[in-house]
């Protein structure tokens, strides 16, 4: 319905615009104008009457030229006024005879010429307008008889010999022939002017006095004529002149003041020119001879001639200035025009501006609805699509929390494990020192042949059982990264051949031909012995218990890559892999096909892949069903810094400028028995020298000589654990005992106090003094070592308690500890500074008095993690505190526990807790609510 209405106020407006714009213009013609000459009243008079007949045509242009009497000038003009592009030609001719080719050029181009007042001898000229000049003469002749009571003597004076003159002079001879009693006296040729003449008219008159009449062929010849009369006294000679124009000095004027008795008018032919062009433009009819009728002014009309003209000449000027006011009206409607049109061009505009405005705002509006449609569509489809997504989420946190609770199964059996094996290994390690004692004599007892075989079956599962244990924590301590490879420049070839002899009587035992091959006859490189030969030994008791007898075992050293490693080739022809196995022999606990009685664990090649990894290096093999097995070890000859063994003059490898808030994940795990320090303080040189002997193998030892060098050692080394005799000179074991309880720097090492006497009292004393173990000389070095162990061990086991109470972030310590204080002071003042991100080791020692050394041994050793882990757990502690109260945002609690980066913080907290800090504030406010 609107765009109908649209649709047709569209082109009204146009159309009217149009009509505004196209008023439809008269056709414009040219009308040429060629005058002989414009000079003189009668030629003014023509040109008035042209312009006051084309003032009723303003479509008319008209150019006009004057030749000024040269007749070559008109020629020239008349050809310029075609080439102007003339409609109508006007032609006033100058000369007959001479314009005639001008009038036939017209002619040939086709513009229709009008010949005005004179005529040319061409007769391709469309009309001719112009007077009676015969008829002008007769009546001229006519009115002197009626004046003169036809008789009496005339005189005519005639103009420049012309077609004019002539017709004038025969016309008027003519009509006298009517009165037999008038004769012309005479004929003066005057010059149309009024002076050249005049001589011959005055001796004419002079010779006819009767002469009582002057004919002049103009008023102007008319009045050399009455000047002639007047000087010659003769006033009654009447005078008729030619021309009868208004304005002074002309044929009225002298008719008015009597100097001329009348004056024959005929128009100049202007107005009758323009109107006979107007007809032929516009292709009416039109007469082709236009002779202009000629009329008598004499004292009876002239007045009335003379105010005809005088309204004339103001209506002339009266039209002129309403022309005037019309061209004005004309600029002014031109200028309103244009305003309107300009109006209406913008209202047209407007409105079309208006109308596709309002079409885009409806594309717009169902652009919107389809939008809308379509968003309601999107809308339905995420929808659905979050639904999915929460069911997908909903799973994945079942499958998460199924696999943290596998996971958290699996370290708790882990660590049952763990625990366990370490219980097993003391006794083992007491089972085996008797036996060992036993089978070597050393304890004095024969033994007869059949006990010796018994003892010999405990000991090799005795062996076969710590062998186990011992697998299986160092298959432990791979799993938590707490094995450390201290390589040290060694030569490959030695080692290898070091393990093989030691395999040589069972292979011979099984009938097995072991070889060595060495490529070379040494091949050094960077290697860690303890890590290696666990490696080595399981290749060779594997490549024995799966090869039958009369096989053979070939074991090759050799350079590979181009010297950059090391490799260590176990072959053998035994019964090979199959392919089923192939895929899974490196797995934890995967065992193929046993031999007979099922041996084996399951755990020797993962843990010598692990280990072979640890050392850098690639453990792979290849096999071909009953026809044997290669396992190849390739190490890389060179290893970096950080597996490399600390000078051995350095306790510990740690680097103790290391930023506190790096993370260091899991606790436990005890010191390695090599790495433990043990401090011997023993006054007797001999039983110093024996103690340190006998744990040497086991531990780094160091002794003093007395109580006082020995409290200053273990402040200066804060070692794993002290040996202390009781009667010492100068500070007695017990003193040393309680300084050393007293001072928190020392107050965890375990002490094992040795003395001769057997006092019970004493032992209550030492014990009281805070001695774990008290011993009696003479003792069993097999049971001081095994104590030592024991104790480090339980030593380890307190670390681990404290830690993971450490470690719970809801349950904090509540039950007192031997170390409570110091930890408790350590915490204080790890707090005091916990929004600090820098805080160092050296500024944690230095506050709590201990050198970076004393701490670190301390931490060590109470705790089993270093001061960095400590700390961050700290933090970490104080991070579920804050976090369980949310007035602090998830970023705000890192700032305040000292954590520069967020993402930092929430990694370092996920790897403690196992949940990211967000989701265990979520936990805890689902649970508090
Ligand atoms: P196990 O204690 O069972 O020997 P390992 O991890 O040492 O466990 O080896 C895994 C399995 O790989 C073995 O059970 C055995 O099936 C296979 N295997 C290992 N070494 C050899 C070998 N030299 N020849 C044939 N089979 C072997």
Known sequence: ??????????????????????????????????????????????????????????????????????????QQQIHDLLDAGADVLIVAPNDAQALSPSVEEAYRRGVPVILLDHRTTSPHYAAYVGGDNTGAGATAARYAAQLLRQRGEVIEIT?????????????????????????????????????????????????????????????????????????????????????????????????????????????????????????????????????????VIDSTNVLTLQQQAVKLASQQAGIE???????????????????LYGLLASLLAAIVLGASAWHAARTNRRINRELARQNEANDAINRQLSTQNEEIRAQRNQIAELAEQARVETEAKLRFFTNFSHELRTPLTLIMGPVEEMLTGRNGTALQPSQRHELGLIRRSTQRLLQLVNQLLDFRKIEVGKMAVQARPDDLVAFVRELVEAFEPAARVQQVALTLRPAEPTLPGWLDRNVLDKVFLNLLSNALKYTPAGGQITVSVQAAAEGRSLQVLVT???????????????????????????????????????????????????????????????????????????????????????????????????????????????????VSEFVTRKLRPHFRVQAAADGKAGLQLALELIPDLIVCDVMMPGLSGLEVVARLRADWRTSHVPVILLTARNAPEQQVEGVQAGADVYLTKPFNPAFLLESVRTLLANRARQREHLSRELATPIDPPQAPHPDQAFIQALTAQVEADLTRTDLTVEELAHALGFSRMQLYRKVKAVLGTSITDFVQSVRLQKACELLRDDSLSVTAVAYEVGYASHSYFSNSFKARYGVAPSEFRARHQAGVS
Request: charged content about 15%.
């Open 572 to 686: 053998d022809t035994g019964r090979g892999i199959r392919p089923q196995d192939s895929p899974h022999i490196f797995e934890w606990f995967y065992q193929g096909e046993q031999p007979g009685t099922g041996k084996g664990s399951g755990m020797g090649l993962a843990l010598a892949q692990g280990l072979v990894r640890l050392h850098q290096g690639q453990l792979t093999f290849s096999s071909q069903l009953g026809q044997g097995s290669t396992f190849t070890v390739t190490l890389p000859r060179e290893l970096p810094a950080a597996l490399r063994a600390p000078n051995p003059a350095e306790p510990l490898d740690i680097s103790m400028d290391e930023p506190l808030a790096l993370p260091v994940p899991e606790v436990e795990a005890p010191v390695p028995e090599a790495e433990a320090l043990v401090l011997v303080i023993e006054d007797n040189a001999d």
């Open 1 to 74: 319905m609107r765009i109908t209405s649209r649709v047709l106020l569209l082109p009204a407006l146009i159309g009217l615009v149009t009509a505004c714009t196209s008023t439809p213009a008269p056709p414009t013609y040219r009308i040429g104008f060629s005058q002989s000459v414009s000079g003189g009243d009668w030629r003014q008079a023509m040109l008035a009457g042209m312009e006051r007949e084309l003032v009723f045509h303003p479509e008319i242009q008209f150019l006009t030229r004057d030749a000024q009497s040269s007749s070559r000038q008109q």
């Open 159 to 295: 103009g420049t010999p012309s077609l004019v003159a002539s017709e004038r002079h025969q016309g008027f001879t003519q009509a006298l022939r009517a009165y037999p009693q008038m004769r012309v006296a005479g004929t003066v040729t005057g010059d149309w002017g009024t002076t050249t003449w005049q001589p011959t008219l005055t001796r004419l008159l002079q010779q006819h006095p009767e002469t009582r009449l002057i004919f002049a062929h103009s008023d102007l010849m008319a009045q050399g004529a009455y000047e002639v009369c007047q000087r010659l006294g003769r006033p009654e000679v009447r005078i008729i002149g030619v021309d009868g124009l208004a304005g002074k000095g002309n044929g009225l004027e002298m008719v008015q003041q009597g100097r001329s008795t009348a004056s024959l008018f005929y128009s100049p032919g202007g107005e009758e020119a323009i109107r006979v062009a107007l007809k032929i433009l516009q292709h009416q009819a039109y007469e082709r001879e236009n002779i202009l009728g000629t009329i």
């Open 321 to 339: 200035q309403q022309q005037h006011l019309l061209h004005t009206l004309q600029a002014t409607y031109a200028s309103q025009r244009t305003v």
